[in-house]
């Protein structure tokens, strides 16, 4: 992945199960308590793999955040055209959520896996206070 990731190939990071994160963790993703299918969760395991061999990836942060966000759509090619997805933006579909990110490194803050503050799906804001 990391490999990838440094040459520019579209990479989507998922999960399909709440139970693992497809590395052999069987609910519990990366010692941090997170869930399988949570794709920030399974981004900082890869982070915290190449960390460990001692690769060093330009932007490595901001790579793993966009295969956890938009490297699916990208990877199957709906990241264009009439319905697009996988980003924000005039004729794009977009259910998405929102993060308390702030701070002069925001892909290092999601990794981070702060709070989620509301989502927004179909439209519709949930969770928004």
Same mark, same amino acid.
């Given at each position: @992945?990391?490999?990838?990731? *440094?040459?520019?190939?579209?990479?989507?990071?998922?999960?399909?199960?709440?139970?693992?994160? &497809?590395?052999?963790? *069987?609910? *519990?993703?990366?010692?941090?308590?997170?869930? &399988?299918?949570?794709?920030?969760?399974?981004?900082? @395991? @890869?982070?915290?793999?190449?960390?460990?061999?001692?690769?060093?990836?330009?932007?490595?942060?901001?790579?793993?955040?966009?295969?956890?966000?938009? &490297?699916?759509?990208?990877?199957?090619?709906?990241?264009?055209?009439? +319905?697009?997805?996988?980003?924000?933006?005039?004729?794009?579909?977009?259910?998405?959520?929102?993060?308390?990110?702030? +701070?002069?490194?925001?892909?290092?803050?999601?990794?981070?896996?702060?709070?989620?503050?509301?989502?927004? @799906?179909? +439209?519709?804001?949930? &969770?928004?206070?």
């Amino acid at each position: @992945v990391l490999a990838l990731l *440094d040459d520019g190939t579209p990479v989507a990071l998922g999960t399909n199960d709440l139970g693992t994160d &497809g590395l052999g963790n *069987d609910r *519990d993703l990366a010692r941090g308590g997170g869930r &399988g299918g949570d794709v920030l969760a399974l981004a900082a @395991v @890869v982070r915290e793999r190449a960390r460990q061999l001692g690769l060093r990836v330009r932007g490595l942060d901001r790579r793993l955040v966009e295969a956890a966000t938009m &490297g699916g759509a990208r990877a199957l090619g709906m990241d264009r055209g009439p +319905g697009r997805i996988g980003s924000l933006g005039p004729g794009s579909r977009a259910d998405f959520a929102v993060y308390d990110a702030r +701070g002069r490194y925001p892909y290092s803050a999601l990794m981070a896996r702060p709070p989620c503050l509301a989502t927004v @799906v179909g +439209g519709t804001v949930r &969770g928004l206070t």
